[in-house]
């Protein structure tokens, strides 16, 4: 499907906590990831995963089509997909085979391989048609359509931060996670950022389909981070890493109304939508 529109959105937070994203260790020390003095870095994938961690949360609770809801309860959340989708799989193979069924349409069960990377020959014979049934369905995710799965690339991505702050040292102790007891002789320390840093993110994406359940859900999990916060990096059970978000703002192109794509070509030039306008355009 043709994207409408892409956006690069920037959002700005302030650390009620000190952060700590885990570097290199050394002897009872937990060193920060930094890029020199004063200079610490969070990780594109660090941001994912705390945006993705928010939306898995999110999405039981929403409307989708029965597709979506069987790739997120059966595939994304499930612990184990494959026992999952086992009384789904007859149904699957006689779509393979040209049969409709409850959820599976045969012209769309083969679109959807063919998408994924099945050739014809490997449709024809189908070694390992369990794995194929995960695949079928983690495409129609609407969690891994926002931030990528095993089957396709996400619409949504995020740029390595930067933030600057003095480093500061705080004592831990280990546990045993068997007797939940202190450990003897297991005192450590962390380096973390000092609270009430600025911190930046920028998010880059495109929006295919507005009104759909990914950008709804995308909807939803921006407004979430704006309500409750967002938790990056490690010690989160220990109070660290709490981001209050302060500011965001969202530079949008429709690529229809985009003439000669000056707009695509500095898109932080266009009209910025706060993230009340911007869920909005999401939620179609």
């Given at each position: 499907?043709?994207?409408?529109?892409?956006?690069?959105?920037?959002l700005r937070f302030t650390a009620k906590t000190p952060v700590h994203i885990g570097g290199a260790g050394e002897a009872a020390t937990l060193y920060a990831l930094k890029l020199g003095p004063n200079r610490f870095l969070i990780p594109a994938t660090t941001w994912k995963g705390a945006f993705r961690n928010i939306a898995e949360r999110l999405a039981p609770t929403m409307q989708m089509n029965a597709l979506?809801?069987?790739?997120?309860?059966?595939?994304?959340?499930?612990?184990?997909?494959?026992?999952?989708?086992?009384?789904?799989?007859?149904?699957?193979?006689?779509?393979?085979?040209?049969?409709?069924?409850?959820?599976?349409?045969?012209?769309?069960?083969?679109?959807?391989?063919?998408?994924?990377?099945?050739?014809?020959?490997?449709?024809?014979?189908?070694?390992?048609?369990?794995?194929?049934?995960?695949?079928?369905?983690?495409?129609?995710?609407?969690?891994?359509?926002?931030?990528?799965?095993?089957?396709?690339?996400?619409?949504?991505?995020?740029?390595?931060?930067?933030?600057?702050?003095?480093?500061?040292?705080?004592?831990?102790?280990?546990?045993?996670?068997?007797?939940?007891?202190?450990?003897?002789?297991?005192?450590?320390?962390?380096?973390?950022?000092?609270?009430?840093?600025?911190?930046?993110?920028?998010?880059?994406?495109?929006?295919?389909?507005?009104?759909?359940?990914?950008?709804?859900?995308?909807?939803?999990?921006?407004?979430?981070?704006?309500?409750?916060?967002?938790?990056?990096?490690?010690?989160?059970?220990?109070?660290?890493?709490?981001?209050?978000?302060?500011?965001?703002?969202?530079?949008?192109?429709?690529?229809?109304?985009?003439?000669?794509?000056?707009?695509?070509?500095?898109?932080?030039?266009?009209?910025?939508?706060?993230?009340?306008?911007?869920?909005?355009?999401?939620?179609?």
């Open positions: 499907m043709a994207y409408q529109v892409k956006f690069v959105g920037k979506e809801k069987l790739a997120v309860d059966k595939v994304t959340l499930s612990e184990n997909p494959r026992s999952s989708v086992r009384d789904l799989l007859q149904d699957f193979l006689n779509s393979v085979k040209g049969g409709d069924s409850q959820f599976f349409k045969p012209e769309e069960v083969k679109r959807v391989l063919a998408s994924v990377g099945y050739s014809e020959e490997e449709l024809s014979k189908l070694e390992d048609p369990t794995l194929a049934l995960t695949e079928f369905l983690a495409y129609h995710c609407p969690i891994g359509r926002l931030f990528g799965n095993q089957v396709r690339a996400g619409n949504v991505r995020f740029t390595d931060t930067i933030f600057y702050s003095s480093g500061q040292y705080r004592p831990g102790v280990g546990i045993d996670r068997k007797t939940l007891t202190v450990k003897e002789k297991a005192l450590f320390q962390i380096e973390t950022s000092e609270a009430g840093v600025p911190v930046t993110l920028l998010i880059l994406g495109e929006v295919d389909e507005p009104g759909s359940t990914p950008y709804k859900l995308l909807a939803s999990t921006l407004e979430f981070v704006k309500e409750v916060g967002l938790n990056v990096g490690g010690r989160k059970s220990a109070g660290l890493g709490l981001l209050q978000l302060e500011h965001a703002e969202f530079h949008t192109v429709k690529l229809k109304e985009d003439k000669g794509g000056i707009g695509l070509g500095n898109p932080l030039k266009t009209p910025p939508l706060d993230l009340e306008n911007f869920t909005k355009l999401l939620r179609g």
